[in-house]
T-cell receptor, first 113, second 116 residues
Framework: DAGITQSPRHKVTETGTPVTLRCHQT?????MYWYRQDPGHGLRLIHY???????DKGEVSDGYSVSRSKTEDFLLTLESATSSQTSVYFC????????????FGPGTRLTVT | AQSVTQPDIHITVSEGASLELRCNYS??????LFWYVQSPGQGLQLLLK??????LVQGIKGFEAEFKRSQSSFNLRKPSVHWSDAAEYFC??????????????FGTGTQLKVEL
């Protein structure tokens, strides 16, 4: 248990509405990540953060933005949700040897109708 | 860009039988390699990792993996599978970032079914 919580755990929303997912960690980790998981694609990196207010894009960042105003929280926002963003979203932190090991939260299942 | 291939989408083994899950990677330098397991409805759990050194690495739950540079492979093995090992398994390669930390690229996963 890497002390990661995600909220909400489940959400159903309508196309075009904004959605914010929250990742919260309790152990002061510097690196945080957002992935999405879809059948046949494994997990794909959306955005990551290497410190407060320091973020960068991953491979599937279009339609997503992130913010990190304090160490413990990393927010993922879908400005205008689309059906293609229906997915399971995982947050992760980096820890362990050289901070190269990533540990995952329980996930948020998002359905966009 | 790095990539990971897991050629087997589904594998079924009998309880007590041995298991090998295949993983091939593409990466320009010495890779950092990982295996994760995901039980239904759960997050991912790190099974084991390879950074350098001994090419045979041991992980949790009795799993091991062998790094073979010549074959660009990092196959996961277990001598005797238990019914509780039924899950989805993901191989990943890490790209080290200049400022520290890394970005993971995952394979598409192998779903393991265990027959009793």
């Amino acid at each position: 248990d890497a002390g990661i919580t995600q909220s909400p755990r489940h959400k159903v929303t309508e196309t075009g509405t904004p959605v914010t997912l929250r990742c919260h960690q309790t152990e002061n980790h510097r690196y945080m990540y957002w992935y999405r998981q879809d059948p046949g694609h494994g997990l794909r990196l959306i955005h990551y953060s290497y410190g407060v207010k320091d973020t960068d894009k991953g491979e599937v960042s279009d339609g997503y933005s992130v913010s990190r105003s304090k160490t413990e929280d990393f927010l993922l926002t879908l400005e205008s949700a689309t059906s293609s963003q229906t997915s399971v979203y995982f947050c992760a932190i980096a820890a362990g040897t050289g901070t190269y090991e990533q540990y995952f939260g329980p996930g948020t299942r998002l359905t966009v109708t | 860009a790095q990539s990971v291939t897991q050629p087997d989408i589904h594998i079924t083994v009998s309880e007590g039988a041995s298991l090998e899950l295949r993983c091939n990677y593409s990466y320009g330098a010495t890779p950092y390699l990982f295996w994760y397991v995901q039980s239904p409805g759960q997050g991912l759990q790190l099974l084991l990792k390879y950074f350098s050194g001994d090419t045979l690495v041991q992980g949790i739950k009795g799993f091991e993996a062998e790094f073979k540079r010549s074959q660009s492979s990092f196959n996961l093995r277990k001598p005797s599978v238990h019914w509780s090992d039924a899950a989805e398994y993901f191989c990943a390669v890490g790209l080290i970032l200049t400022g520290g930390g890394n970005k993971l690229t995952f394979g598409t996963g192998t779903q393991l079914k265990v027959e009793l």
